[in-house]
């Protein structure tokens, strides 16, 4: 019979969402092991922007201040951080959003607003130094049954709580459901050193969004060519010019039923579960509220 692992914390998912918790966990001294199939899954988008200043309506994420400290705070010392998302403004609105702003530092430029402290980031080498730092057990989930989580090929891991952070590809396991949202990304020519976002997003090198409709199952389709229309012509109304594309990227992002879970912490994306919490179901707000939930995750543990 295989030997059983033995873990103070199990973090199923090596995501952002995960690896942050995990690294939290394990700077407080525990003993930490990170179970993902792979590493990344959605979170390996070329760009991730961070930004509490949400969607057409201009909406202030719940916690979003603190949590673009929070996040500013953790992921700066692994990375660098692109600082600054512009954001046009409609001509009329302007009031309007001034409103929404809360405590965000901001700075308003010609026909809209400039977040200084809203940023982007590139995700890979993130999660990459983020992974050396707490290791990655590369192996597929077949069961979680407290305390164990079970393997394929008949491994085990017995750990005192676990940390489920696996987005939409392992949820069934905790018998979460969600929407699953398709994103496509395309790679331009250009470079965009300042974020812009008003319904798709550029920076960087990458011009992304979503026009898919929302799906039952986690599987990505393939781009269609509607949605590279609809994001070029995003990128034209921002710019007066269609950016020339190299290549695409499809990801699909997690958004929990908000009719689920059971009461959060804070927020719904944790939550408890059996043998331990929740950490999931972000849609496209993963980035920003990674480092503040991870915190939180310490709170609730009292560890």
């Known amino acids: 019979m295989r030997k059983v692992e033995e873990a103070e914390a199990v973090v199923l998912g090596a995501g ?8 939290l966990l394990k700077e407080r001294g525990l003993r930490v092991r990170v179970v993902a199939q792979g590493l990344g899954g959605a ?4 760009v991730a922007l961070v ?3 949400r969607g057409k309506r201009f909406t202030l994420a719940r916690k979003g201040e603190e949590a673009l400290e929070a996040a500013l705070r953790f992921y700066s010392r692994f990375v660098p951080l692109h600082l600054g998302v512009y954001r046009p403004v409609p ?3 302007r009031e309007k959003v001034a409103s929404r702003l809360g405590g965000l530092k901001h700075t308003w430029d010609q026909g809209g607003v400039l977040l200084e402290e809203a940023f982007w980031l590139e995700p890979r080498p993130l999660l990459q130094k983020l992974s050396e730092g707490v290791g990655v057990l590369r192996s597929r989930v077949l069961a979680w049954e407290p305390p164990y989580l079970f393997l394929e090929g008949g491994g085990r891991i017995r750990g005192e709580v676990l940390v489920y952070a696996g987005g939409g590809q392992g949820a069934h396991l905790l ?3 969600g929407r699953h949202i398709p994103g496509l990304v395309l790679l331009l020519l250009d470079y965009f050193p300042r974020a812009i976002s008003y319904r798709v997003y550029l920076a960087g090198s990458a011009l992304g969004g979503s026009y898919l409709p929302h799906r039952s199952d986690p599987e990505a389709p393939p781009p ?3 949605e590279v229309e609809w994001l070029l012509r995003g990128a034209e109304d921002l710019l007066g010019y269609r950016p020339s594309v190299a290549s695409a990227w499809r990801g699909v992002r997690f958004r929990l039923d908000p009719s689920l879970p059971p009461g959060g912490v804070d927020l719904p994306y944790l939550f408890p579960v059996e043998g331990g919490f929740a950490l999931t179901g972000f849609g496209s707000t993963g980035f920003l509220y990674a480092p503040w939930l991870g915190e939180r995750l310490l709170e609730v ?3």
């Open 175 to 177: 018998g979460l459901e």
């Open 91 to 93: 001509e009329g609105e």
């Open 301 to 303: 543990l009292e560890w």
């Open 43 to 46: 979170s390996r988008v070329p």
């Open 224 to 226: 269609t060519e509607g």
């Open 51 to 53: 930004n509490p200043l």
């Open 16 to 23: 952002v969402a995960g690896l942050t918790a995990a690294w």
